[in-house]
């Protein structure tokens, strides 16, 4: 498909907010661009405050038809709303490739992961059960018994960032339909047509009227009033740690889930696979133009192989196609917007005016960025401390495996890291003592599935996502205890 018909499919009309199942018109809208030239792509309405509450009134509703709803009944709706999802999947993936400037062939990723979100979510509804607490453990509990109930919270709020933007919008819209309550999402102001295209998806898989509800426009604005009506249950908050915190903040009372930033970091022991540990670092280091949360960062590898591993990662760097995001054979397009590529273009500057090596990339033109490789970073530069957001990885090299260990922790962020190694005892000695949610062990940490447990300790933020361990953060754990003769 060529790049001009892609961008005819995409371009929406000025559709509105979507509020109570249906469409709510706004007195003006935001031009929303593909990053990679600037061309328009769609609409966004700018709502205003009294969008936000007319949302949540709406999303009250919702959360009351939601949580009538048995276990299989949400259940089914989700596995609904996934068949709709695949059956959009190419249609989803040119929206997620428009407003994202990834390249279409991961926007495609998405679009399929997205699905594979919901049947996850789908499967934990169906099973969603408490627990039977033995009352009599001390003196004093004797002729009680007790059980848990997962009750839903009501009505959620939902902000999330541009990078993935149909799947990070499931990763909270599934778990919270899962779990029996509403949403009201706020999307990137870059990135909402993927979740206003939900929006209608869910609708049409048979959602209650104000089960999802996006509002768009300007985030922190929008955010302020989504923290005060005391409706909003909930905040589950995807993005950066400085505005995480903002929210955290703001929340009050409000349980809140913050899934931030990180510089990820991967260790390569000389027993490590070494084609293989090249062959992730490109993928995990440059997918999205690095704009992945856990995108590979920092590369700590054994002086004893680290000549060998450079050579391999900067010609395996070289054969990656930059170009139109449209073009199938497109690996790396742009950064989310011009001034994204100029920050991380002066980063790089700062590195190598500090000693670093800059061994391949990082010419910019526009928002497009080439993959740039740094080799021997000091470690007081902004590219080995903090989150870059870019394509950019930074090659360490290390005698002790100890110094790595202390070297990767070195970083207020805890989300995922890795080691390649095949001494098994080592990875797992290794993985205990790495600050971070989650480690791969012979891999790179840029690896997610939608089921598993994902989220981060220190200041990569707190609560986990993946549909079971989200749903326990959006319900309430409620104790019954009955007293026998
Ligand atoms: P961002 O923090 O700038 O924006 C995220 C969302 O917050 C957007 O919807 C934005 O409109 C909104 N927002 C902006 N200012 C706000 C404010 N003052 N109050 C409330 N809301 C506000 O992040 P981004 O640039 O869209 O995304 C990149 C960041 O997201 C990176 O740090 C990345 O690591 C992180 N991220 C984390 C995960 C994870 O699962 N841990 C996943 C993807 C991205």
Same mark, same amino acid.
């Given at each position: 498909?060529?790049?001009?018909?892609?961008?005819?499919?995409? $371009?929406?009309?000025?559709?509105?907010?979507?509020?109570?199942?249906?469409?709510?018109? !706004?007195?003006? &809208?935001?031009?929303?661009?593909?990053?990679?030239?600037?061309?328009?792509?769609? &609409?966004?309405?700018?709502?205003?405050?009294?969008?936000?509450?007319?949302?949540?009134?709406?999303?009250?509703?919702?959360?009351?038809?939601?949580?009538?709803?048995?276990?299989?009944?949400?259940?089914?709706?989700?596995?609904?709303?996934?068949?709709?999802?695949?059956?959009?999947?190419?249609?989803?993936?040119?929206?997620?490739?428009?407003?994202?400037?990834?390249?279409?062939?991961?926007?495609?990723?998405?679009?399929?992961?997205?699905?594979?979100?919901?049947?996850?979510? !789908?499967?934990?509804?169906? +099973?969603?059960?408490?627990?039977?607490?033995?009352?009599?453990?001390?003196?004093?509990?004797?002729?009680?018994?007790?059980?848990?109930?997962?009750?839903?919270?009501?009505?959620?709020?939902?902000?999330?960032?541009?990078?993935?933007?149909?799947?990070? #919008?499931?990763?909270?819209?599934?778990?919270?339909?899962?779990?029996?309550?509403?949403?009201?999402?706020?999307?990137?102001?870059?990135?909402?047509?993927?979740?206003?295209?939900? !929006?209608?998806?869910?609708?049409?898989?048979?959602?209650?009227?104000?089960?999802?509800?996006?509002?768009?426009?300007?985030?922190?604005?929008?955010?302020?009033?989504?923290?005060?009506?005391?409706?909003?249950?909930?905040? #589950?908050?995807?993005?950066s740690v400085r505005?995480?915190?903002?929210?955290?903040?703001?929340?009050?009372?409000?349980?809140?889930?913050?899934?931030?930033g990180n510089n990820s970091a991967a260790i390569i022991?000389?027993?490590?696979?070494?084609?293989?540990?090249i062959?992730?670092t490109v993928?995990g280091a440059f997918s999205h133009s690095g704009q992945v949360c856990v995108s590979v960062q920092r590369v700590f590898v054994h002086e004893?192989?680290v000549d060998?591993y450079l050579e391999g990662l900067v010609a395996a760097t070289k054969?990656l196609?930059v170009?139109?995001?449209?073009?199938?054979?497109? %690996?790396i397009?742009s950064l989310i917007d011009e001034a994204a590529a100029i920050r991380v273009e002066s980063w790089i500057r700062e590195a190598t005016d500090s000693g670093a090596r800059l061994l391949c990339g990082g010419t910019r033109r526009?928002a497009t960025l080439e993959p740039a490789i740094l080799a021997d970073v000091p470690t007081s530069a902004r590219i080995s401390c903090e989150e870059v957001f870019g394509p950019v990885v930074a090659v360490y090299r290390y005698q +002790?495996?100890?110094d790595a260990?202390a070297q990767v922790n070195s970083t207020p962020y805890?989300l995922?890291a890795g080691?390649? #190694?095949?001494?098994?005892?080592?990875?797992?000695? $290794?993985?205990?003592?790495? +600050?971070?949610?989650? $480690?791969?062990?012979? %891999?790179v940490p840029a690896?997610?599935?939608?089921?598993?447990?994902?989220?981060?300790?220190?200041h990569?933020?707190?609560?986990?996502?993946?549909?079971?361990?989200?749903?326990?953060?959006?319900?309430?754990?409620?104790?019954?205890?009955?007293?026998?003769?």
């Amino acid at each position: 498909m060529s790049a001009s018909s892609i961008s005819e499919i995409v $371009v929406s009309k000025k559709q509105g907010l979507y509020i109570g199942n249906e469409w709510v018109g !706004a007195a003006a &809208y935001d031009e929303i661009k593909l990053p990679y030239d600037g061309s328009i792509v769609g &609409y966004a309405a700018h709502a205003e405050d009294s969008d936000v509450d007319r949302a949540v009134a709406a999303a009250s509703d919702g959360a009351r038809s939601m949580a009538a709803l048995a276990n299989h009944e949400r259940a089914d709706l989700l596995l609904r709303i996934a068949e709709e999802v695949r059956r959009d999947q190419a249609e989803l993936a040119q929206i997620i490739c428009s407003e994202s400037g990834k390249p279409i062939k991961e926007a495609r990723i998405e679009a399929s992961r997205s699905a594979n979100t919901l049947v996850a979510a !789908a499967h934990e509804a169906r +099973q969603l059960h408490g627990e039977v607490v033995p009352m009599d453990f001390t003196p004093g509990g004797e002729r009680r018994m007790a059980m848990t109930v997962r009750e839903p919270l009501g009505v959620i709020g939902a902000i999330t960032p541009f990078n993935f933007p149909l799947n990070l #919008t499931l990763h909270k819209l599934a778990p919270a339909l899962a779990g029996g309550n509403a949403v009201v999402h706020k999307p990137a102001e870059r990135t909402p047509l993927s979740a206003l295209r939900l !929006a209608e998806i869910v609708t049409r898989a048979g959602a209650a009227k104000g089960a999802y509800n996006v509002i768009t426009g300007n985030g922190p604005a929008l955010a302020d009033r989504m923290l005060r009506p005391p409706d909003l249950a909930m905040m #589950t908050f995807t993005g950066s740690v400085r505005v995480g915190e903002s929210i955290r903040a703001k929340a009050g009372l409000k349980r809140v889930t913050l899934e931030l930033g990180n510089n990820s970091a991967a260790i390569i022991e000389p027993d490590g696979d070494l084609s293989t540990a090249i062959a992730r670092t490109v993928q995990g280091a440059f997918s999205h133009s690095g704009q992945v949360c856990v995108s590979v960062q920092r590369v700590f590898v054994h002086e004893s192989i680290v000549d060998t591993y450079l050579e391999g990662l900067v010609a395996a760097t070289k054969k990656l196609r930059v170009g139109h995001p449209y073009e199938p054979s497109t %690996d790396i397009s742009s950064l989310i917007d011009e001034a994204a590529a100029i920050r991380v273009e002066s980063w790089i500057r700062e590195a190598t005016d500090s000693g670093a090596r800059l061994l391949c990339g990082g010419t910019r033109r526009f928002a497009t960025l080439e993959p740039a490789i740094l080799a021997d970073v000091p470690t007081s530069a902004r590219i080995s401390c903090e989150e870059v957001f870019g394509p950019v990885v930074a090659v360490y090299r290390y005698q +002790q495996l100890d110094d790595a260990i202390a070297q990767v922790n070195s970083t207020p962020y805890g989300l995922q890291a890795g080691i390649f #190694t095949s001494n098994l005892n080592r990875a797992f000695t $290794v993985a205990r003592k790495l +600050q971070f949610g989650g $480690v791969m062990i012979n %891999d790179v940490p840029a690896f997610r599935m939608d089921h598993m447990p994902y989220g981060g300790m220190k200041h990569s933020g707190f609560g986990r996502e993946g549909p079971r361990y989200a749903i326990e953060e959006m319900t309430d754990l409620k104790l019954i205890c009955w007293k026998t003769d």
